[in-house]
T-cell receptor
Framework: AQTVTQSQPEMSVQEAETVTLSCTYD???????LFWYKQPPSRQMILVIR??????QNATENRFSVNFQKAAKSFSLKISDSQLGDAAMYFC??????????????FGQGTILTVHP | EAGVTQFPSHSVIEKGQTVTLRCDPI?????LYWYRRVMGKEIKFLLH????????ESGMPNNRFLAERTGGTYSTLKVQPAELEDSGVYFC???????????????FGPGTRLTVT
């Protein structure tokens, strides 16, 4: 079974600064997807960024980028130029590319990000 | 386009009672998922529907939980009889992946907070 670990229960950052959230995972599969989801205080989770394991290039979405280290099974999220609206709980998630449970997202414990003005 | 909706937003019931949660996915999404987050724990997968069929119900905790998806549209999750440990937030998500693509975004609803007293 796959596991996802977020070792930082809470992080804080000053507005306009950069912060990195950590995520490690464990799997025996070679093909999978990794995601970062954001859950603002209003509770609805939204996708921040996605990475396909077969792609060596790190995914980027505007101010959000990842550092995907497949051999180390590490998938960190970097938020540049942090904004007040980035304050939320961030979840790292794993999804298999095949098999019966291909739809299942396996989540980490979450990291609460606070942005200080 | 309306997002994923869930009803009710909050439910308080006594141990031994029955509760039914409802999820309306985004129109046209064949895939529907249920997840839950018990207090202090990570978000856990419950099951995955493809249209009206259960693709994966490996995360259902026990036979007190019954999920249905009538006609491949909305879904209900019934807990009968409810126990104290069932308290938590139940999330529904939907996605539009078809064919072999498995890396699509799952769109989450706001969740139903269930409190069993």
């Amino acid at each position: 079974a796959q596991t996802v670990t977020q070792s930082q229960p809470e992080m804080s950052v000053q507005e306009a600064e950069t912060v990195t959230l950590s995520c490690t995972y464990d799997t025996s599969e070679s093909d999978y997807y990794l995601f970062w989801y954001k859950q603002p205080p209003s509770r609805q989770m939204i996708l921040v960024i996605r990475q396909e394991a077969y792609k060596q290039q790190n995914a980027t979405e505007n101010r959000f980028s990842v550092n995907f280290q497949k051999a180390a099974k590490s998938f960190s999220l970097k938020i540049s130029d942090s904004q007040l609206g980035d304050a939320a709980m961030y979840f790292c998630a794993y999804r298999s590319a095949g098999g019966t449970s291909y739809g299942k997202l396996t989540f980490g414990q979450g990291t609460i990000l606070t942005v200080h003005p | 386009e309306a997002g994923v909706t869930q009803f009710p937003s909050h439910s308080v019931i006594e141990k031994g009672q029955t509760v039914t949660l409802r999820c309306d996915p985004i129109s046209g999404h064949d895939n529907l998922y249920w997840y839950r987050r018990v207090m202090g724990k990570e978000i856990k997968f419950l099951l995955h529907f493809v249209k009206e069929s259960k693709q994966d119900e490996s995360g259902m905790p026990n036979n007190r939980f019954l999920a249905e998806r009538t006609g491949g549209t909305y879904s209900t999750l019934k807990v009968q009889p409810a126990e104290l440990e069932d308290s938590g937030v139940y999330f529904c998500a939907s996605s539009q992946e078809r064919g072999q693509w498995r890396g699509g975004e799952q769109y989450f609803g706001p969740g139903t907070r269930l409190t069993v007293t």
